[in-house]
């Protein structure tokens, strides 16, 4: 039997299903994902960005949250296992 190596993903996370993207062309620098989850987004210039190490992470209806509250909807929330777009919601 063949153990399971945890894939690596942001800190405490083992299973990092969701993928989580900023669209540098939509976004027009609201800052409100960074306001919503400075852990994951940060807003360097003109466009946000995933902060290193957190584009991938398990379910977070918080990450959530900040795809429906883009108001570029630039932020795109993917489960990995199927590719379908879960965020944001319609
Ligand atoms: S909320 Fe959307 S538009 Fe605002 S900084 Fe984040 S990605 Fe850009």
């Known amino acids: 039997m063949t153990a ?10 083992t299973d990092p299903a969701w993928h989580v ?10 800052g409100m994902c960074v306001a919503l ?3 994951r987004f940060v ?4 466009a ?6 957190a584009a991938d992470g398990v379910p977070d209806e918080a990450l959530l949250d900040a ?14 296992a199927t590719g379908r777009i879960v965020g944001p919601r319609p």
């Open 4 to 13: 399971r190596v945890p894939a690596r993903g942001p800190e405490g996370c």
């Open 21 to 30: 993207e900023v669209d540098q062309d939509q976004c027009i620098g609201s």
């Open 37 to 39: 989850l400075p852990k």
């Open 43 to 46: 807003l360097p210039g003109d």
């Open 48 to 53: 946000a960005r995933v902060l290193p190490g």
């Open 67 to 80: 795809a429906d509250s883009c108001p570029a909807l630039a932020i795109t929330v993917t489960d990995r």
